[in-house]
């Protein structure tokens, strides 16, 4: 796939690959397919063009910060 998208959409590769628009939308399926070939899932999974799989990768939960000192 070859981005149109002015300035150019991140490639699969790049680290900020899923900043790339979204070229099909299937919510009732949870998926998207950016218009840089990679297929994003709703659970933040993805399917790269090259057949890899990168699992979900959402963030934890918080952990609250400690107070108090130690003595």
């Known amino acids: 796939m070859s981005c149109q998208h002015q300035p150019c959409c991140p490639t699969s590769d ?4 899923e ?13 998207s397919l950016l218009c840089n070939g990679l297929l994003l899932f709703d659970d933040t999974g993805e399917l790269l063009p090259d057949g890899q799989v990168v699992g979900p990768h959402r963030p934890g939960p918080a952990v609250p910060a400690t107070s108090g000192s130690s003595q």
């Open 14 to 17: 790049a680290s900020d690959r």
């Open 19 to 31: 900043a790339a628009r979204p070229v099909a939308h299937r919510p009732e399926q949870g998926w």
